[in-house]
């Protein structure tokens, strides 16, 4: 069975003033979320045009990067980015954001999906371990932390103490 090379990315480069808010509401480095497909295209949800899969310029500097589970297979990855594909261009969830993760009431759209939010629902898919935990309420760093409790490894070396 062919082998996976999927990765999870999570943002600490420079960001614009949305993520400046994140980072200091939040007091994490990581403010968004992708998947990294085995191909080069990334899934994820972004504020201006929803949930998307696109070609990445990558840039390891800005991203801490963690690989799938070794063993993960290129089944498990098909099974993610079909997730993704059938949501794409649903719109970013701006509820969700708001009072999910900035107010915690659990109130998100049932269509629309943030980033964090996208990525763990499509990886649930696909891994049963991470199953249980609710997207909507995940942010980035939450979810860096629950991918590294369940066998996710480190690859890029821009992971710092405070991030743990």
Known sequence: MEKSNMKALFWVGKCTLFGKLIRWFKRHRETHSEILFSDGFSGTANSGPGVEIYKLDFNKDDWIVLNAPQGTTMEQEKIVRDFIQGEVGQKY???????????????????NWFCAEIVLAALQKAFPELRGSKPYQQDAYELMTLLLLKGWTIEAKNLEEKDL
């Open 93 to 111: 969830d701006w509820r969700g954001i708001v009072f999910c993760q900035i107010f915690p009431w659990g109130w998100e759209s049932k269509d």
